[in-house]
C-alpha cells in the first residue's frame, strides 16, 4: 500500500516558489531519509504532508486522503520537529498523559522506559529543558506515539554525539519490532545511512533523486589521476565534483558505470568509492567545486 502519493506539488510562500513540481510515491513500512542542502524545502514537504500546511498547486494524497484538515492524517501522523507547541502550563509527565489520550497506539512502558533512561524528572517544564534535551523529549513523543507515519524533522538538533546515537538505535529497535513508515530529514546522512532504506533527496525546492539507499551507496565514483587521462575516460557532463590534487593531477566524482570503470583501468587512472554522504552533497551542490570555486583564481 503507499503512504504517501505526491504528483506535480508546488507550494509558495507569497511569490516565493519553496516547492516546485514534486513528484514520488512512498509505500508503507519503511525508513526513508529526506535529505536536502539548508533551504531546500524539506521541512515545507513534510509539513504538507503532515497536514500542516495547504499546497499551491499539485496532488498530495496520504493514507489515500488530502492531509490538510484531515482527521484520517492527523491521527495517523505525527510530525517532530524542535518547534513542537506544547502547553507550557503542562509538565512533562502530564504532556505524555495527553499524548497517551490522542495517539491509539501509544506505548506507555516504552514512553516510561525512555523517560527515565534519559533521566527526564516528571515535574520538569519542556520549555525550561536545554535545547538537546528538549529534542530528545519530543522524540520520546515520536516513537512512543507509533504513528502508521512518523515524521522526524532534524529531530537531533542540539543533542550530544552519545544520545543522537541512543535515538536512532532506539529508533531502529522499535521500528522492528513495530514497522511503520518513517521519514527522517537530517542533514548527517552519515548517521543515519544504516537506518534508511530509501533515499528523497530535494534540490532547491525539486526532487532530485528517489533511490534505495543501496543504490545511493553505488551512485558515484572518485577518479584520481593526470587530468588529460581523466578527461579521455569521462564526459563532462557526468561529473559531479572536482578538486585539483597538484599541478596537472585532479580529483573527480562522476557517476558510477561500468564503462567508465573500464576507461579508467585502462588509462592508470585510480577509483575509489565515494560516500552516500558526499554523493548527497555533491549532488545538491550548485558549483562542481564546492567552497574552493570561491577561491579560484584570487
Ligand atoms: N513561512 C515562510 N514564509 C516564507 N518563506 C518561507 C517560509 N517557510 C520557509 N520559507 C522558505 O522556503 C524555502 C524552503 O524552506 P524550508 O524550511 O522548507 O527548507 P529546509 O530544507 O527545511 O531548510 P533547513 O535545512 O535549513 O531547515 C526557503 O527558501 C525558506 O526561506
Known amino acids: 500500500?503507499?503512504?504517501?502519493?505526491?504528483?506535480?506539488?508546488?507550494?509558495?510562500?507569497?511569490?516565493?516558489?519553496?516547492l516546485r513540481n514534486i513528484s514520488f510515491t512512498l509505500s508503507e513500512n519503511k525508513i526513508v531519509g529526506v535529505i536536502g542542502r539548508n533551504g531546500a524545502g524539506k521541512t515545507?514537504?513534510?509539513k504538507i504532508i503532515a497536514g500542516f500546511y495547504k499546497e499551491t498547486s499539485g496532488r498530495i494524497h496520504v493514507f489515500g486522503e488530502k492531509p490538510f484538515?484531515?482527521?484520517?492524517?492527523?491521527?495517523?501522523?505525527?510530525?517532530?520537529?524542535?518547534?513542537?507547541?506544547?502547553?507550557?502550563?503542562?509538565?512533562?509527565?502530564?504532556?505524555?498523559?495527553t499524548c497517551e489520550s490522542f495517539y491509539p497506539n501509544w506505548d506507555r512502558g516504552l514512553a516510561e522506559a525512555l523517560f527515565d533512561y534519559f533521566q527526564f524528572q516528571p515535574k520538569q517544564?519542556?520549555?525550561?529543558?536545554?535545547?538537546?534535551?528538549?529534542?530528545?523529549?519530543?522524540?520520546?513523543?515520536g516513537l512512543a506515539s507509533r504513528c502508521p507515519l512518523t515524521i522526524f524533522d532534524e529531530p537531533t538538533t542540539g543533542m550530544d554525539a552519545a544520545v543522537r546515537k541512543d535515538f536512532y538505535r532506539a529508533l531502529l529497535k522499535d521500528y522492528l519490532a513495530h514497522p511503520r513508515t518513517i521519514l527522517l530529514s537530517s542533514h548527517h546522512l552519515?548517521?543515519?545511512?544504516?537506518?534508511?532504506?530509501?533515499?528523497?533527496?530535494i534540490?532547491?525546492?525539486?526532487?532530485?533523486?528517489?533511490?534505495?539507499?543501496?543504490?545511493?551507496k553505488e551512485y558515484a565514483i572518485g577518479l584520481s589521476g593526470k587530468k588529460e587521462a581523466i578527461e579521455t575516460c569521462i564526459?563532462?557532463?557526468?561529473?559531479?565534483?572536482?578538486k585539483e590534487l597538484g599541478l596537472d593531477s585532479v580529483y573527480k566524482v562522476v557517476k558510477n558505470s561500468l564503462g567508465v570503470r573500464e576507461a579508467c583501468l585502462k588509462n592508470q587512472v585510480v577509483i575509489s568509492p565515494v560516500s552516500a554522504q558526499d554523493v548527497a552533497v555533491y549532488l545538491t551542490a550548485n558549483t562542481k567545486g564546492g567552497i574552493d570555486d570561491v577561491f579560484r583564481d584570487r
Not at 1 to 18: F, P
Not at 73 to 84: F, H, L, R
Open 203 to 216: 534540490k532547491n525546492g525539486e526532487t532530485f533523486l528517489h533511490t534505495s539507499m543501496d543504490d545511493l
Open 44 to 46: 515545507t514537504l513534510l
Open 69 to 97: 484538515n484531515s482527521l484520517l492524517a492527523s491521527v495517523n501522523c505525527i510530525y517532530i520537529d524542535d518547534y513542537m507547541s506544547l502547553p507550557t502550563a503542562l509538565n512533562l509527565s502530564e504532556i505524555l498523559q
Open 125 to 141: 517544564r519542556h520549555n525550561t529543558l536545554s535545547k538537546g534535551k528538549r529534542n530528545t523529549f519530543y522524540t520520546i513523543i
Open 235 to 242: 564526459s563532462a557532463e557526468s561529473v559531479l565534483y572536482e
Open 1 to 18: 500500500m503507499n503512504v504517501i502519493e505526491c504528483e506535480g506539488l508546488s507550494k509558495k510562500y507569497g511569490r516565493h516558489e519553496a
Open 190 to 201: 552519515e548517521e543515519i545511512e544504516d537506518l534508511l532504506e530509501e533515499v528523497l533527496l
